[in-house]
């Protein structure tokens, strides 16, 4: 018989049923360029398991376990806080285990102070978005507030997403204190990257700060017409 | 590792999850952030993901889409896409920048044409049989099997030329 480069192939990927493979194998036998042929679809496999095997054996960079582990974290607080219901049940929490790319996130970071704002406290135009937009909305300097809420001792606290920096700040007698700083709303990405993680990270942190749901539209307004007073 | 299957299978799967991204990837170096979309894009898809079916398939299928989606940005974008007679230079200059160092292997399988490089890393690489890298891919059989043998017949064409 003839034997295709199909047959051929499909022989040396062990996809024949066995009639068929047993005729090729006969036509291998009988034919020394049929034998050279699938000698070097062989070695082809061997170059490709040459140069990708070994990526097995490489350690797995931290980065990507990080993701996974992140996401675990918010299974178990899900199990933890599941008398605070309420909370998952916002939409803003629901991103679920979107929410838990965390990685890029640097919890209490303090930044040097700018313009005469205390350090570790948000410069005014941050401050002037933080006091004013709802969530939602987005300031004239492109800041997009995310959510708000109240942490464990009753601040007003909001995740907001500005060109420079995302991050979450609590309001308190000196102003905003932030509270944590995440990647840059808009950073460079790489090409794989995808959009809106900085957002994800910052609903993650919120998730462990807060003490109870985040605000809806009637408290957030509330909150904003009281000057983001501590509170219950 | 974690008290959950899913997560416990994809930090199994990582090693694996390297290996074809470094196949998939045009620069070596974005093989990792190809590996973190993809997990993170599973992450985000848990729920799409049917218990007791099988989670590599579905993990591969995940990278390949985005793979795919970023392939077809950047060609858009670039438009001075390598084309065949670039031969091998294809691809270097990235990845000299980022001081990786393409084998003849990674340069023979640029030259290859998405679809068919896909078919060959699953198959040759990944060790899937035929029907199982045809449904990741979303193909029919025949056409997953030509494009194998196209991409298979290229590369040892280019890579005998080497040799």
């Known amino acids: ?232 | 590792m974690y008290n959950d299957a899913f997560l416990t299978g994809l930090t199994a799967l990582l090693p694996r999850l390297r290996r074809f991204a470094a196949g998939l990837a045009r620069d070596p170096a974005d093989a990792d952030d190809l590996c973190q979309a993809a997990i993170e894009r599973a992450l985000v898809s848990r729920q799409q993901w049917q218990d007791g079916t099988r989670l590599d398939s579905w993990m591969y299928r995940i990278m390949r889409n985005i793979w795919i989606d970023t392939a077809r940005a950047r060609t858009r974008r670039d438009k001075t896409f390598a084309h065949e007679e670039a031969g091998l230079t294809v691809g270097t200059s990235g990845g000299q920048e980022a001081q990786v160092e393409l084998t003849m292997v990674d340069r023979a399988l640029q030259t290859l044409p998405d679809e068919q490089r896909e078919a060959v890393l699953l198959v040759l690489v990944e060790g899937y049989k035929y029907a199982e890298a045809a449904a990741i891919i979303g193909c029919p059989i025949g056409t997953l099997t030509s494009r194998l043998l196209r991409g298979r017949e290229a590369l040892m064409v280019k890579l005998g030329e080497a040799a």
């Not at chain 1, 376990?65 to 607080?77: D, G, M, R, T, Y």
Request: proline share 5%.
């Open chain 1, 1 to 232: 018989m003839t034997v295709s480069p199909e047959q051929l192939a499909a022989y040396a990927d062990g996809e024949l049923d066995e009639i068929t493979a047993a005729h090729v194998r006969r036509a291998i036998e009988d034919d020394p360029a049929l034998a050279q042929e699938l000698a070097k679809l062989s070695e082809l496999r061997s170059m490709l398991a040459a140069r990708f095997d070994p990526i097995l054996a490489e350690p797995v960079p931290e980065r990507l376990h990080q993701p996974i582990k992140s996401a675990a974290k918010v299974v178990n607080l899900a199990d933890v806080r599941s008398a605070r219901q309420q909370l998952w049940q916002r939409p803003q929490f629901r991103l679920g285990a979107g929410a838990a790319i965390a990685a890029s996130l640097v919890v209490a970071v303090l930044v040097g102070g700018r313009g005469g704002t205390p350090q570790g406290y948000a410069d005014r135009q941050l401050a002037a978005a933080l006091d004013t937009s709802l969530s939602g909305e987005t300031a004239p300097d492109g800041t997009r507030m995310l959510l708000s809420f109240r942490d464990s001792t009753g601040a007003a606290c909001r995740g907001y997403a500005a060109a420079a920096n995302s991050g979450i700040a609590c309001h308190d007698d000196h102003g905003w204190k932030l509270k944590a700083l995440g990647a840059a709303g808009k950073q460079q990405t790489t090409q794989y990257q995808q959009a809106g993680s900085p957002d994800a990270a910052i609903m993650a942190a919120a998730q462990d700060m807060a003490a109870g749901p985040a605000f809806d539209t009637a408290a957030e307004a509330a909150a904003r017409k009281a000057g983001w007073r501590t509170g219950k």
